[in-house]
Structures are given as structure tokens and as C-alpha cells.
């Protein structure tokens, strides 16, 4: 069975450019969250889908952030424009329960 | 409100030793708690889960934790440790309170095994 699997792994983008982060879940997966990790401090819940839904988004940091989950399956994180402090580390997590989350690899976002 | 809270930056220990990596928590309600390891380039690994039952909880790759309520700890161990468990430790409780179970996490410990 795969695993979660995020694209890119790294991206490097200036300030006030556009990035998309995309996550594809495990299959069958209904639940799909994003966490971000700024450097050294702790992991952050940024929003909560189930299948296409948004149930929670409430540790999105500002409307510079959209997300999205097409028919259910696959996710995407635009950040429109990038700041500086946007930098960090973007995970995502599947699960078809509410006990285990499964994490991708994340995606390293550096903006200069 | 949740939280989790990580002592300790970075424990460093030497290889055959016993370890320790600490987690309180703060939750009202049933505690879910659980222990994720990050790797070097690699994503979040489950490494363990306590959500009822016995206290000692045994995980992947010869970890354990002890469930504490009294102190509301949640302390990840292992009885003789290995380089090779050098890596990034996360605790972790799910916040069931908003209905949507997110995790709320440590900020991480960093665990250097000395051989």
C-alpha cells in the first residue's frame, strides 16, 4: 500500500511569487489534514478535510493561504503571495479513523 | 486548552544505554496520545499510541511509553538505545474538543545516540 506522497520535496522561491504544494493521500482515505513546522518550533495545524470538505481551517495563518481537495482525493496548499515567514516545513497526514494520522515526507518551502 | 509540552531540546545518550524522551500534556478529557519520529529527509513515523487501556504502551522498533495520569506524562523509553535511533522525536495529543481530531505536538526532541 503507498503512502502519503507530497510534491515537490523542496521549493525556493522568492518573495511575492506563487507556490502549490500537492498531497495525495492514502487511498480510501478520507480524512486529509496540513501541519507546518517553522523551523524549530512545533509542528502547527493548518486545516482539516474530509473528503472534499473543509471541517476546520482554523490554524490557516492568513487568506494568503488556499487550499484545496478535488473530488476527495488529491490536495493542494497554494500560497499566493509568499512571505518570508511562510518558510518552513509543510506536512500532510491521511487517516480513515480519528486515532492514527499517516504523515507524508513533507514539503521544505524556503522563501528568500 | 491543549497542549503538549517537550522538555528537553536534545537528549543525548550512549549507545547500549537506557533513554528517555519526555512529553507532559494538558487535554481536558481522555488523553489520545502518541510518539512520531522523524528521520533525516524522511516524513513523520507512528512510532506509538496510547489511547486506553495499559499504561505501558510498546511501539515500533523496540520503543515504549509509559501513560501516567497523575503526572500527565507520556514518556517515550527505550532499554538499550542504538546509533541508529538518532533522530527527531515528536509527541503528540489529538484535540478532540473541536471535532475535527487534529494533533497538537511538541516541539520536538532531538536524540543523539554516542557510540
Known amino acids: 500500500e503507498a503512502g502519503v506522497t507530497q510534491f515537490p520535496s523542496h521549493s525556493v522561491i522568492e518573495k511575492g511569487q506563487t507556490v502549490t504544494l500537492r498531497c495525495d493521500p492514502i487511498s480510501g482515505h478520507d480524512n486529509l489534514y496540513w501541519y507546518r513546522r517553522v523551523m524549530g518550533k512545533e509542528i502547527k495545524f493548518l486545516l482539516h478535510f474530509v473528503k472534499e470538505s473543509k471541517q476546520d481551517e482554523s490554524g490557516m495563518p492568513n487568506n494568503r493561504f488556499l487550499a484545496e481537495r478535488t473530488g476527495g482525493t488529491y490536495s493542494t496548499l497554494k500560497v499566493q503571495p509568499a512571505e518570508l515567514e511562510d518558510s518552513g516545513v509543510y506536512f500532510c497526514?491521511?487517516?480513515?479513523?480519528?486515532?492514527?494520522?499517516?504523515f507524508g515526507p513533507g514539503t521544505r518551502l524556503t522563501v528568500l | 486548552a491543549q497542549s503538549v509540552a517537550q522538555p528537553e531540546d536534545q537528549v543525548n545518550v550512549a549507545e547500549g544505554n537506557p533513554l528517555t524522551v519526555k512529553c507532559t500534556y494538558s487535554v481536558s478529557g481522555n488523553p489520545y496520545l502518541f510518539w512520531y519520529v522523524q528521520y533525516p529527509n524522511r516524513g513523520l513515523q507512528f512510532l506509538l499510541k496510547?489511547?486506553?487501556?495499559?499504561?505501558l504502551v510498546k511501539g515500533s522498533y523496540g520503543f515504549e511509553a509509559e501513560f501516567n495520569k497523575s503526572q500527565t506524562s507520556f514518556h517515550l523509553k527505550k532499554p538499550s538505545a542504538l546509533v541508529s535511533d538518532s533522530a527527531l522525536y515528536f509527541c503528540a495529543v489529538r484535540d478532540g474538543t473541536s471535532g475535527t481530531y487534529k494533533y497538537i505536538f511538541g516541539t520536538g526532541t532531538r536524540l543523539k545516540v554516542l557510540a
Open positions: 497526514a491521511s487517516s480513515n479513523s480519528y486515532n492514527e494520522q499517516f
Open positions: 496510547y489511547i486506553t487501556g495499559d499504561n
